[in-house]
């Protein structure tokens, strides 16, 4: 599951998604659920080229990265509202997701993850051992 830390840097994602900066565009969009014993990520990358695409995981940070090129300099744009360059997102995660088998499809402008629950997240059932007392035997 998706681990939420400091309010502020939440507050701060959330306006450079809406509005970008200038060195960071708009970020991605994302869902995120879970399905049985994964955990499912999607992010809108519509017109991205699916080499721009980077995705790393380090500890339990995932980051991902994709890239809409520049408007090219001899086009007389009539109209240029889609953000542009580098955009970029990270996840933190849960100690209950498996890190080690995150998979990634880019689809449709969607690029999907799939990670895991870890075996040890899993609920288990644990068996209770039952000692019984000695009894007398009456002759």
Do not use: C
């Not at 699916?50 to 339990?60: A, F, G, H, K, Q």
């Not at 088998?101 to 690029?111: K, N, T």
């Amino acid at each position: 599951m998706l681990m939420r830390t400091d309010p502020f840097r939440e507050l701060d994602r959330v306006t450079q998604q809406v509005f970008g900066t200038a060195a960071r565009p708009a970020a991605m969009p994302m869902d995120a659920w879970r399905d049985g014993d994964e955990f499912i990520v999607e992010f809108d990358l519509p017109g991205m080229d699916p080499d721009s695409l980077d995705l790393d995981v380090e500890r339990n940070v995932v980051t991902v990265r994709a890239s809409r090129a520049e408007i090219d300099a001899d086009r007389s744009m009539i109209a240029a509202e889609r953000p542009r360059g580098v955009f970029s997102r990270q996840l933190f995660l849960g100690e209950s997701l498996d890190t080690e088998q995150i998979r990634a499809d880019y689809r449709d402008g969607v690029l999907r993850l799939s990670i895991p629950v870890a075996e040890r997240a899993k609920p288990r059932k644990i068996e209770i051992s039952r000692h019984r007392e000695p009894q007398a035997i009456n002759a």
